[in-house]
C-alpha cells in the first residue's frame, strides 16, 4: 500500500505566519509544507503548539491563501541541490535555478539543516590566505578556512572591497567559489554574473540569493543552503571553497523579522532572543576539515556605523580577521576606506606570519597611532609647532596611508584607473622602504592609488613636468596661413607659471 499524503487545515494567516491544524500525523519542526493549487505557497513549521497544530512561517508571498486550504506535507526539511551540476549555475533558496539555463542534472538534493563537523576532523594548522590587497595582506592578513568581516555602515564600500576579493582571489583559488547574496540587491547580482561570466571564471562559481525583495524566511535559510552546497564540495570532493557572503547582517535581520512574526518577545534594540544561537549555527559549519577547508569572507552592515550594536559585537566574536571601514578615509578618498587602527586579525602573531612581518606591522600602527594623536596640534597650532622628529612621523604615516591605497579591477570603468594586484613580498617591501624615509622628497601623491612602490618614481615625474602650453586655434590658424605684417607675436608661456598652475591643481 502507498503511504497517503498527510494532509493538513489552514488555520489562519498572519501575514508570513500560517497556522495550521493536522489531525493525522503531527510534522515535526522544519519540516516544509505546501499549499496553493500547484503547491506554489511553501511553508516550514516554526513550532507545533499542541497536538493538532503548528505554526510555520511561509517562505514565498502568501498571496491567494486563506483558511481551510489544504495544506500538504512534504516529509521533510528545506533541501539544496549539490554537485557538479551547480557549477556556474545561479540559484534561489529552493534550489531552483534563476538563470534561465538548461534543466538542473547531475546533482544531489540535501537538508540544509546540518550539524557542523567534529572537532575529531578538524585541521588546526594555520595558513594564510593572500588576497592581493596590500593593507590587508600586510596588517590584517586572512586565514586559510578562517572567517572575515568587512564591518562598515552604508555607502563605504563594503561591496566593492568583496567584489575585488573575488575578482583577485578566484585566479589563484583552484577551488570553487560560491557568493551568497543575502537580502542585497538584485541588481549587484546581476552585475556580478555578467562580470564573473566575462573574466571567465564562472566554471568554478556558483551564486545563490535571497534577496530584499522576497519574504524573511526566504533570507533567513539561503544562507544554510549555501553552506549545504560548501559542504558537499570540501567532504566528497576534498576541495577548498571560497564562500562569500553579502550580507551576513540580513541573516540576522531575517532572523529578527521571523522572531518577530512569530510573536517572541524582543532583545536588546529589538533584536531576536535567539540571535546568538543562530549566528553560532551558522559560523560553526564554516571550518576546516583534515581534507579540505571553507574559507569565508563576509560584508557585515554596522547599523548608523556603531560598532557596539549587538549585531556587530555578536558577529566580531566568531571571526578570524575583522576588517572596518572607516566614513572618514572614504571621504579623504583613501580607498579601500580602511581603518588601520580598528581593523585586526588573528594571524599577525610572529609564529603565523615570521618575525620581519610581524614588526613592520607593529611599526606600521605605531607611526599612524603617534599620527592619530598629533593631528589635534595640527589643527590647532600647524605643523610649524611640530619637532623635527615628530615631522618625520607625520610623513610616514601620510605617505603610508597613500601607498596603501590601491586602483580596483571592480572599479576600473568608474575611476579610469587599472586595477593592481600586489603580492605580499612588493606590499612588505613599499612599506619598509617608506619607513625608511627612501621617499621623503617625493610628493605625497606620487604614491597614492598606485601598485608596487616603485611605480611613485614614474609618478612624481610625471606630476613634476611643466605642463604644456595650451594650443590657441586662432594663432595656429593664422600662422598656418602667414601671419599679417604689423601682428604681435603671440605672448610667450611662462613656464614658472605654468609648473605653479600644476602643482596648485594637483594639490587641490
Known amino acids: ?41 511553501v511553508i516550514e513549521v516554526l513550532a507545533q503548539r499542541d497536538g493538532r497544530y503548528v505554526r510555520g512561517i511561509a517562505l514565498t508571498p502568501t498571496q491567494g491563501l486563506a483558511r481551510g486550504m489544504a495544506v ?29 539555463g538548461a534543466a538542473l542534472s547531475d546533482v544531489q538534493w540535501r537538508s540544509v539543516h546540518s550539524a557542523p563537523p567534529p572537532l575529531t576532523v578538524r585541521s588546526t ?64 547580482g546581476e552585475e556580478l554574473y555578467h562580470d564573473m561570466k566575462e573574466a571567465g571564471v564562472l566554471p568554478n562559481m556558483v551564486m545563490i540569493f535571497g534577496q530584499m525583495n522576497e519574504p524573511p524566511g526566504a533570507r533567513f535559510r539561503v544562507g544554510l543552503a549555501a553552506l549545504t552546497m560548501c559542504e558537499y564540495f570540501r567532504d566528497v570532493e576534498h576541495r577548498d571553497v571560497l564562500l ?24 536588546r534594540l529589538g533584536y531576536q532572543p535567539t540571535m546568538g544561537t543562530e549566528l553560532s549555527g551558522f559560523e560553526e559549519r564554516i571550518a576546516n576539515t583534515d581534507t579540505g577547508a571553507i574559507t569565508s569572507i563576509q560584508a557585515v552592515y554596522v547599523p548608523a556605523d556603531d560598532l557596539t550594536d549587538p549585531a556587530a559585537v555578536h558577529a566580531f566574536s566568531h571571526l ?78 601620510r605617505r603610508l596611508e597613500r601607498f596603501l591605497t590601491q586602483p580596483f579591477f571592480a572599479t576600473e570603468q568608474f575611476s ?43 609618478k612624481a615625474q610625471a606630476i613634476k613636468a611643466p605642463a604644456k602650453p595650451r594650443a590657441n586655434p586662432k594663432t595656429d590658424a593664422s600662422s598656418k596661413a602667414g601671419a599679417k605684417p604689423g601682428t604681435p607675436p603671440p605672448p610667450a608661456a611662462n613656464p614658472q607659471l605654468e609648473a605653479g598652475h600644476a602643482t596648485v591643481t594637483h594639490a587641490s
Open 1 to 41: 500500500m502507498e503511504n497517503k499524503p498527510n494532509s493538513g487545515v489552514v488555520v489562519s494567516v498572519r501575514g508570513s505566519v500560517v497556522d495550521m491544524r493536522f489531525d493525522g500525523h503531527l510534522p515535526p519542526v522544519y519540516s516544509v509544507l505546501r499549499a496553493g493549487d500547484k503547491g506554489q505557497i
Open 72 to 100: 500538504e506535507d512534504t516529509g521533510g526539511p528545506l533541501k539544496a541541490p549539490v554537485g557538479k551540476g551547480t557549477l556556474a549555475r545561479m540559484f534561489d533558496v529552493f534550489g531552483n535555478a534563476i538563470d534561465r
Open 125 to 188: 594548522k594555520s595558513e594564510i590566505f593572500e588576497t592581493g590587497i596590500k593593507v590587508i595582506d600586510v596588517l590584517m592578513p586572512l586565514e586559510r578556512g578562517g572567517k572575515a568581516g568587512l564591518f562598515g555602515g552604508a555607502g563605504v564600500g563594503k561591496t566593492v572591497l568583496l567584489t575585488e576579493m573575488i575578482h583577485n582571489m578566484i585566479g589563484r583559488q583552484k577551488g570553487v567559489s560560491l557568493f551568497c547574496g543575502i537580502g542585497e540587491r538584485c541588481r549587484e
Open 244 to 267: 562569500l557572503v553579502d550580507n551576513i547582517f540580513r541573516f540576522i535581520q531575517a532572523g529578527m523579522e521571523v522572531s518577530g512574526l512569530m510573536g517572541q518577545m524582543p532583545s
Open 320 to 397: 578570524s580577521a575583522s576588517i572596518v571601514l572607516s566614513r572618514r578615509r572614504a571621504s579623504e578618498g583613501l580607498f579601500p576606506a580602511v581603518d588601520l587602527l580598528q581593523s585586526n586579525s588573528s594571524m599577525a602573531t610572529p609564529s603565523i606570519i615570521g618575525m620581519q612581518h610581524y614588526q613592520l606591522a607593529q611599526e606600521i600602527r605605531k607611526t599612524l597611532a603617534h599620527y592619530e594623536q598629533l593631528k589635534d596640534i595640527i589643527a590647532m597650532l600647524g605643523m610649524e609647532q611640530l619637532s623635527p622628529d615628530d615631522r618625520k612621523v607625520v610623513g610616514r604615516a
Open 416 to 458: 579610469g584607473i587599472k586595477g593592481k594586484d600586489v603580492s605580499l613580498k612588493d606590499s612588505i617591501d613599499g612599506c619598509e622602504r617608506i619607513l625608511r624615509d627612501e621617499f621623503k622628497d617625493y610628493p605625497e601623491s606620487a604614491l597614492y592609488m598606485i601598485g608596487k612602490v616603485d611605480e611613485a618614481k614614474d
